[in-house]
């Protein structure tokens, strides 16, 4: 029998049962950082990162809520955490998206693409 540990949970399910390990998650990130060229990269593969690493901040952004959860309501740090999760939601529930992206913005000269990261 083989066993596997799902890496992605958009419902924060595994929380209360796996211990948050951040290590091989650091090392991948490294390792992304360090890559001498991105194309060599397929789609379905940078699809796989994504899903690991936004799975992996989900946790994450679970742990950091349950230790909200048990300050004061009117703690200076839970409301820094507050704030830090909400827009850790809003980044990990965004469209996923390539790296390159065109937008129009109005020039000089009308209506020109450009580059966002």
Do not use: N
Not at 46 to 54: G, K, V
Not at 67 to 79: F, K, P, S, T, V
Request: glycine share 8%; proline share 7%; charged share 25%.
């Amino acid at each position: 029998m083989s066993s596997y540990t799902v890496l992605y949970d958009p419902e924060g399910l595994l929380g209360a049962e796996f211990p948050l390990d951040s290590e091989p998650y650091m090392k991948l990130v490294k390792e992304l950082l360090d890559w001498p060229d991105m194309a060599d990269l397929s789609s379905s593969d940078c699809l796989q990162l994504a899903l690991q690493l936004t799975g992996h901040g989900r946790a994450v952004a679970g742990e950091v809520r349950k230790l909200c959860d048990e300050l004061a309501e009117g703690d200076e740090i839970r409301a820094l955490g507050e704030v830090v999760l909400a827009e850790a939601d809003r980044q990990l529930s965004a469209r996923r998206m390539g790296t390159v992206h065109l937008r129009t913005a109005a020039g000089p000269h009308g209506p020109r693409p450009l580059r966002t990261p």
